[in-house]
């Protein structure tokens, strides 16, 4: 029903950005989040920014001031500026719908280094 494709993710220099794009097709309509979550190499995976359907965002304290996350018709974005190392991981889109079910994507490779 819903599928979630990840793109925009690669190699990229300590400060530099990239954006991330999430492409959702299914009910878009009926869902109350979308966010995109983290996962480094040996860690869990964590939310790094989150937004509702009335337009509210919440972000992990790692990445505000840097990361943006941003909506439009069926698709989520990640604007990531200031790269770190830290930020190295697999980047995961997921959507809620309004009845709180959970809907992931396979996920696309960050990897910031020298």
């Known amino acids: 029903q819903v599928q979630l494709v990840e793109s925009g993710g690669g190699l990229v220099q300590p400060g530099g950005s990239l954006r991330l794009s999430c492409t959702i097709s299914g009910s878009a309509f009926r869902f109350a989040a979308m966010g995109w979550y983290r996962q480094a190499p040996g860690k869990q995976r964590d939310l790094v920014a989150s937004?509702?359907?009335?337009?509210s965002t919440n972000y992990a304290d790692s990445v505000k001031g840097r990361f943006t996350i941003a909506r439009d018709n069926n698709n989520v974005y990640l604007q990531m500026n200031s790269l770190k190392p830290e930020d190295t991981g697999v980047y995961y889109c997921s959507v809620s719908n309004v009845y709180n079910v959970d809907y992931w994507g396979q996920g696309t490779q960050v990897t910031v280094s020298s």
């Open positions: 937004v509702t359907s009335g337009g």
